[in-house]
């Protein structure tokens, strides 16, 4: 297995990626929902085209391959698909210790990245019922949500949104908040859910935006269905202790890498805090 201070260390050596290093986009207002417009189609799915604009005040930057900041993304998906498909893994799950970490701005710029390259359908599914925002940054305003197909109401088909970024495409499975979220992550009908991407996206690398690992057991819940976990610290929120108490929840999953984020917003005080959690033994 590998465990979270391996995967540290290698976020850490040298040339390993470190999205977020700098912020993935200026900081500015966001703008109201719905940005994306509907067009009707023959797709199976609801097709949805995106707004670059609306993306980028969202930090969202993969979808142009000339922005330099999209290459931290690239080094990770490169990195990742490496793993997963030396492993014959499709699914990958990010969580972070805490809130606010950038695992919806991580999982969705990866989606991009992954959306970039020949022959590798992604899809991204928010699975996040505390603060689902994957809808709300690539600006979707979706009829039917993951939560629709656990409570067993619609099906997964209709849940899905084929997004389309320019000449790039992502699948997109949104979430809104719920009551009684918790009882439908650990629902048989969630086992279902899983066995029904791997049938119906075989070909899709799929990633599921998670809520934090420290704040409720939804990621224990889910961690079974998932084939390895992304982990997302970001420098001035995420502690050492923090990490060690998801070392502990995650020490029987594959933590395939952990992503540090947010490092220009403070000192590099995690940084090397960090080095010497990869310094400790265990
Ligand atoms: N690499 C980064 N650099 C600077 N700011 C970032 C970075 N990634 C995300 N952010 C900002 O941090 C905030 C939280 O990001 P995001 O929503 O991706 O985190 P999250 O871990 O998904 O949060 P939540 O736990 O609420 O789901 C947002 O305002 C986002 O724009
Ligand atoms: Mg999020």
């Known amino acids: 297995m590998e465990n979270i201070r391996q995967a540290i260390e290698r976020a850490l050596a040298e040339g390993a990626p470190r999205p977020g290093v700098r912020n993935a986009a200026p900081s500015i207002p966001r703008r109201p929902l719905a940005e994306a417009h509907y067009e009707p189609s023959a797709s199976k799915y ?135 979220s918790a009882e439908l992550m650990a629902s048989r009908n969630m086992e279902t859910l899983f066995r029904e991407l791997r049938a119906d996206f075989d070909s899709h690398v799929i990633i599921i935006d998670l809520p934090p690992i420290l704040v409720s057991d939804d990621v224990i819940t889910v961690l079974p269905w998932v084939d390895c976990i992304l982990l997302v610290a970001a420098v001035g929120v995420s502690t050492v202790a923090q990490i060690e108490e998801c070392k502990k929840h995650l020490q029987w999953a594959e933590v395939a890498r952990v992503v540090l984020t947010k490092a220009s917003e403070s000192k590099t005080h995690l940084y090397y805090q960090y080095y010497g959690l990869a310094g400790r033994k265990g």
């Open 46 to 180: 609801e097709e949805a085209f995106l707004d670059d604009a609306h993306l980028r005040q969202g930090r969202v930057i993969s979808q142009d391959l000339t922005d330099p900041l999209a290459r931290s993304f690239d080094m990770l998906r490169t990195q990742l698909l490496q793993l997963m498909d030396g492993k014959k893994w499709k699914i990958v799950a990010v969580t972070s210790p805490t809130p606010a970490c950038g695992k919806t701005v991580t999982s969705l710029n990866l989606a991009l990245s992954v959306s970039r390259l020949q022959d590798r359908p992604v899809m991204v599914i928010d699975l996040d019922f505390a603060r689902p925002m994957v809808a709300e940054v690539l600006g979707l305003s979706p009829s039917v949500v993951i939560g629709n197909v656990l409570e067993g109401t619609q099906k997964l088909s209709h849940a899905v949104i084929h997004a389309h970024v320019g000449k790039q495409e992502l699948k997109v499975v949104p979430c809104s908040s719920m009551v009684g």
